[in-house]
């Protein structure tokens, strides 16, 4: 394989797009995920500690009313602080003489011994202050109260509006739950990205799965290419999008082959056709130069030289011809008629036709048209030529021109010894002869390329060529070429192609 056939670098191949695409979607999609967790976790820490704080402020309401007159003192359940439960907004109760620095049974025993508490009264002067450290930012601030539960300093702090307008402040490092929160997030990255690494694994191996009929598709055509040209495409197991694209490939296939095919063929036959008159030059040369001899007899084998020669000549000249119309268009059209150049034709011809004492009758219409004129000229020279050449002398040949239906005809129908069916379907291949000896009736030899030109002009000229033909009555050429439409120019115009015509009538 070359080097412009070299594979191209990963990067640049749909698998690894569709990977790279997969790949940052499931990597948004894990990250969110794992944030949105993470904070869901976060505010249900916080949220734990704001319920502890609540039960440390409850418990200090003691510290703060202590007014000269007795009353029993409010069941529990009146103090309600937020995170608790719902319900009405907590009445300020009397103190016990005996509340203490103690925290209920549900009290976290690490808020206990970390939490700390102060009480100003409604002139600023502090009332108490127990526990832990607090932070400085923590201050009277003229009794106001910014929010409920806030985060000063790194610690969750709790402002709560005591008896007689005093304000208590409780509040409680924030370590343990930051620590944990570092350990969830390294929990969370560490599932994210084992999340990640099997969901690109299973992302890569869809994606291998799904693309495998396009390597079956390559793989079939590399085969085509190199080793097997018979090798097709099972298209009924190509995925629904690569469905069509396996029939266009199998189809292309099947047109390179019989390409090949007759192209090996025609090297094969041309050979054969060089092979015949060379070994007659070979052959005659040889045996008149191998001793002296007389003059009459140099002049016999020279003259069989040159017939081989000029046969080397026509083959050669039918090749070229077919090659060139293979490979150009038609270049320039004229206006010209149709009759006109089978009359020219059936005039080039007289002297051959008295000699096969051939009967020719015609009917020449009309049949305007734009083309080339010599490439008609000699497409229907040889559809003469052929009447006359494999048919027996005598035969009756009749040639007619018109116009109708959209296109301009000529026929050449020859009431012969016809054509077997099954040589038909061959009958203008290249090289395709009827007669297995290369020799036709006159005892002439043929190449087999008269007919394969013929059609190419035709089709060269939008038009068709067909035969029909029944053995023992006679053959009928027909060709048929679209009428030239009034508003385009004459020149420089490929004719459009007819419509398929009605089968030709056999004589």
Known sequence: MNDHARRPPFWRSISFRIQFWHATMLALAIAGMMAGFYRIQAEQKIDEVDVQLSRVTRKMLPEIDRPARRRPPPPEEDFLFPGERDGPRPRRGWPRKDATWQ??????????????????????????????????????????????????????????????????????????????????????????????????????????????????????????????R????????????????????????????????????????????????????????????AKPREPEEYRKGLGTVHQSALRLKEIVEQMMTLAHLDEEALRATTSLDLSELAAGAIGELRQWFA?????????????????????????????????????????????????????????????????????????????????????????????????AICRKVAELHGGTLEVASREGEGSTFTLRLPVPDPAEPSRGKKPKPVPSPPSPRSA
């Open 355 to 451: 000699r096969r004492d051939a009967v020719v009758s015609t009917d020449l219409q009309a049949a305007p048209l734009n083309g080339d004129p010599q490439l008609l000229a000699r497409l229907l020279s040889n559809l003469l030529a052929n009447a006359i050449r494999h048919n027996p002398p005598g035969t009756r040949v009749e040639v007619a021109t018109g116009s109708g239906g959209g296109y301009v005809f000529a026929t050449v129908t020859d009431h012969g010894r016809g054509i077997p069916a099954e040589h038909l379907p061959n009958l203008f291949e290249r090289f395709y002869r009827v007669d297995s000896s290369r020799t036709d009736l006159s005892g002439e030899p043929s190449s087999g390329l008269g007919l």
């Open 230 to 289: 018979s090798r097709r495409i099972d298209a009924s197991r190509s995925a629904s999008e690569l469905h069509e694209l396996a029939l266009v490939l199998n189809d292309s296939f099947d047109k390179l082959q019989g390409e090949i095919v007759k192209r090996e063929r025609f090297t094969a036959d041309a050979s054969h056709e060089f092979r015949t008159p060379l070994t007659v030059v070979l052959g005659q040369t040889e045996r008149l130069l």
């Open 103 to 228: 925290l209920d049974e549900e009290a976290d025993p690490w808020i206990e011994e970390n939490a700390w508490a102060v009480a100003w009264d409604r002139e600023g002067d502090k009332i108490f202050e127990q526990g832990a450290e607090r932070p400085a930012a923590v201050a009277w601030n003229d009794g106001s109260i910014p929010e409920p539960f806030s985060t000063v300093a790194g610690e969750r702090v709790m402002y709560f509006r005591g008896p007689r307008a005093s304000l208590l402040a409780t509040g409680v490092p924030l370590d343990r739950v930051q620590a944990e929160l570092h350990t969830l997030a390294i929990q969370l990255g560490g599932a994210g990205l084992g999340m990640f690494i099997v969901g690109v694994l299973v992302g890569w191996g869809v994606t291998r799965w799904g693309l495998r009929p396009a390597r079956d598709i390559a793989a079939a055509a590399r085969e085509v290419a190199y080793t097997d």
